[in-house]
């Protein structure tokens, strides 16, 4: 078929439009005789009929294995070098109970970044020893909270926090564990990474203000200095950026050691995974070793110990093990000068997947209940929120007989697509449903229409007669499975 000039210029037409992607699924992703794209062993079609649609669905044993692999190779690269690795699963990318214990059953600690994150960590019954508390903005309650209730350690962010911590600390009685986050001047996105002498962000403190902070650190009997922490970015798919922020933060860390202990080094998180079959992170047993390297190699060179590593991975973790289900309503062919393409417009939107709007995220698609071999056609899969940018996949090609009613499928939406949406235009957000040995399961309940109205307090006041429905607007299938959810 013949490239598309609409298409961006990395998107080549595909011989088959059915064909998942290598490195882009679930490990259990595959399509059925039948045709329909199955995942934990359970068809697109069974999850609609189901569950209904839109719905988030991760594989359960792609999300636990891809934990413990990355600790059992982070646990290795830094035995080589002689020290040992805390691994913090970032929460921001994706929390739930469940989560929260899977990622506890394969060795990693929790990262949280606010008391709400904290609230659902503890309630999976995460031992509070094990969470560490970020945020530029951490509330007084938050502090007071953490402090309280054991919190492992606390990331400090800026110079007022230092007081903030020990107060707290001191009120509770205990001698908080703490890391300062510093801004190496290292950034990050995907292939690149720009260094700079100054970073003009929100998160960390500045760089040559560090060792004063430190002292002031030390001084606080109710604070423990554990080191550095730092946080270069997201989507990062090679190891050049991790080695340059690590080289500058290592000086720093052996500037702090004259001074006293530094028992670690917190290098953050940010590896990338892949959205689209053009993307190619570097596999994580090859960063492991990479930054393994570096770290050594950098300790070496200054004559210092190693110190502990701490590394905090989100989307790497969950990312690739998660996808959304969507039903299609409408499709319209637009003609743009000589070429065409086909808008295909599904029951969710930037309301389950922000990350094209906010970040201009790729993403890619799938027909999910049955292969075709009609023509691939360029698609572009649009939103039902009325908002021109409400886009969850700019460019793909999907067999060009798409139609009202068949079910696609986006991979990869497993982190930062549940835990950044929004009720825009009153969409109840779709339930997460895991997917392992054949069953689906809910692990979070979409909301229904009686959740966005539960918080309206005119409603009490109302004379009229309201009439609610338990659906979240977005189909019948979506009734079925909000209903279905509540009796579960
Ligand atoms: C401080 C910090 N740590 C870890 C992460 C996790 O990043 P990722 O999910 O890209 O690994 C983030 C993401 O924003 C972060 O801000």
């Given at each position: 078929m013949a490239h598309n000039p609409l298409a961006p210029e990395w998107l080549s037409s595909p011989a088959d439009a059915n064909t998942l992607a290598d490195g882009l699924w679930p490990s259990s992703a595959h399509r059925s005789d039948a045709g329909a794209i199955t995942i934990g062993g359970v068809s697109a079609p069974e999850l609609a009929a189901e569950f209904g649609t839109p719905l988030y669905v991760i594989d359960e044993t792609d999300a636990r294995t891809?934990?413990?692999?990355?600790?059992?190779?982070?646990?290795?690269?830094?035995?080589?070098?002689?020290?040992?690795?805390?691994?913090?699963?970032?929460?921001?990318?994706?929390?739930?109970?469940?989560?929260?214990?899977?990622?506890?059953?394969?060795?990693?600690?929790?990262?949280?970044?606010?008391?709400?994150?904290?609230?659902?960590?503890?309630a999976a019954g995460v031992e509070p020893g094990r969470i560490g508390f970020h945020g530029n903005n951490k509330s007084h309650a938050e502090i007071d909270d953490a402090t309280r209730l054991g919190v492992g350690t606390i990331i400090i962010d800026s110079p007022v926090e230092i007081n903030r911590v020990a107060a707290a600390a001191a009120r509770h009685g205990v001698v908080q564990n703490v890391r300062l986050r510093v801004n190496s001047g290292v950034h990050a996105h995907t292939h690149e990474f720009l260094a700079t002498s100054h970073e003009d962000q929100k998160f960390g403190v500045v760089f040559e203000d560090a060792p004063a902070l430190v002292a002031a650190i030390r001084a606080e009997p109710s604070l423990n200095f554990l080191g550095l922490h730092c946080h270069i970015g997201s989507q990062i798919f090679g190891v050049d950026g991790f080695a340059e922020s690590a080289s500058r933060l290592l000086s720093l860390h052996a500037e702090l050691l004259t001074d006293g202990p530094v028992p670690e080094l917190n290098l953050g998180g940010g590896f990338g995974i892949a959205y689209t079959s053009t993307d190619d992170p570097s596999p994580i047993a090859d960063l492991a070793a990479g930054l393994a390297d570096i770290v050594a190699a950098e300790c070496a060179r200054r004559g210092i110990a190693v110190p502990v590593i701490a590394i905090e991975?989100?989307?790497?973790?969950?990312?690739?093990?998660?996808?959304?289900?969507?039903?299609?309503?409408?499709?319209?062919?637009?003609?743009?000068?000589e070429n065409?393409?086909?808008?295909?417009?599904?029951?969710?939107?930037?309301?389950?997947?922000?990350?094209?709007?906010?970040?201009?995220?790729?993403?890619?698609?799938?027909?999910?209940?049955?292969?075709?071999?009609?023509?691939?056609?360029?698609?572009?899969?649009?939103?039902?929120?009325?908002?021109?940018?409400?886009?969850?996949?700019d460019a793909d090609y999907l067999p060009g007989d798409v139609a009202p009613g068949d079910l696609v499928m986006v991979p990869a939406t497993g982190a930062y697509c549940w835990s950044l949406a929004s009720n825009y235009n009153y969409l109840g957000r779709p339930a997460v449903v895991a997917v392992v040995d054949g069953k689906a399961r809910v692990i979070v309940r979409g909301e229904t229409i009686d959740d966005l109205l539960a918080r309206d307090a005119g409603l009490a006041r109302s004379t009229h007669k309201v009439t609610t429905r338990?659906?979240?607007?977005?189909?019948a299938t979506s009734s079925t499975n909000q209903m279905k959810e509540t009796t579960r």
């Open positions: 891809r934990a413990a692999e990355l600790r059992a190779a982070f646990d290795t690269e830094f035995a080589r070098i002689g020290t040992t690795v805390k691994v913090y699963y970032a929460a921001k990318a994706f929390l739930s109970t469940e989560v929260a214990r899977w990622m506890v059953d394969a060795g990693l600690n929790i990262d949280v970044c606010s008391g709400g994150e904290l609230a659902v960590a503890l991975p989100g989307r790497v973790v969950i990312g690739p093990a998660g996808v959304t289900l969507y039903e299609v309503g409408t499709t319209k062919p637009v003609r743009i000068g065409t393409r086909l808008y295909v417009s599904i029951d969710g939107g930037m309301s389950d997947n922000a990350r094209p709007a906010l970040y201009g995220a790729e993403f890619s698609v799938r027909l999910a209940d049955r292969v075709s071999d009609a023509e691939p056609a360029l698609v572009r899969i649009a939103g039902k929120h009325c908002e021109s940018g409400d886009i969850v996949v338990s659906t979240n607007g977005t189909g």
